[in-house]
């Protein structure tokens, strides 16, 4: 019903990571319990993220191929407390609208 900007996209992404380490698909299957989103679109935010400095990522073995792991870092988890913070602001914003509330 609701689309995501970019940078609450990023948030779910890092709030998910800051929960432990997961693997693209994992990760995607994840948030998608609560957002619809597409891997197509998950990964290059990823990629992103790492490169932002967000994000490290590391490979473990699986049933013969490589798993690709992403962590979030420090910087990943300060980006999430601003994020949080950004996101109890706009809530607290839009909450007060549907509430019902008006002037005089």
């Known amino acids: 019903m609701f689309q995501l900007g970019s940078a609450l996209l990023d948030g779910c992404v890092l709030a ?5 380490d ?9 948030i998608k319990k ?3 989103v597409s891997e197509s679109t998950l990964y290059p935010i990823l990629r992103r993220l790492q490169k ?3 994000l490290a990522t590391y ?3 699986f049933n013969g191929r490589n798993r690709r ?3 979030i870092t420090a910087t990943g988890r300060d980006r999430l407390e601003t994020t949080r913070t950004a996101w109890a602001t706009f809530k607290e914003n839009i909450d007060s609208i549907f509430g019902g509330e008006t002037d005089g």
């Open 69 to 71: 792991y992403y962590q």
């Open 16 to 20: 998910v990571l800051s929960r432990g």
């Open 22 to 30: 997961a693997y693209g698909y994992a990760l995607t299957q994840n």
């Open 59 to 61: 490979d473990e073995p």
């Open 34 to 36: 609560v957002v619809s």
């Open 52 to 54: 932002d400095g967000f």
